[in-house]
């Protein structure tokens, strides 16, 4: 996982042939995250809201924690196509 963009909460990470983006912010009742799967410049999964709840304390563990979900979503949706 790597960060991207210019803003804080952009996150990238290559997973099996996919680039999962990940992009988290704060807002007024605490944080929203959401995420994407790409293949090349073709969105095949289109943005996610995820439900963050105070469980996860950190920004790390919330993006730790939607990576999961975005490599759920293409291991079920997408087939796991390729070996990264």
């Known amino acids: 996982m790597e960060t991207t963009g210019r803003d804080l909460g952009d996150f990238v990470e290559l997973y099996k042939g ?4 990940v992009r988290t912010e704060q807002v007024w009742i605490g944080e929203k995250a959401h995420y994407r799967v790409l293949q090349g410049d073709a ?4 943005w996610r ?9 950190s920004e790390r563990r919330v993006v730790d924690q ?3 979900l975005a490599r ?11 070996a990264a």
């Open 18 to 21: 996919y680039r999962l983006e």
């Open 43 to 46: 969105e095949l999964i289109g």
């Open 49 to 57: 809201l995820v439900h963050v709840d105070g469980v996860w304390l």
């Open 66 to 68: 939607v990576l999961a």
């Open 72 to 82: 759920a979503a293409v291991d079920r949706e997408l087939g796991g196509a390729r």
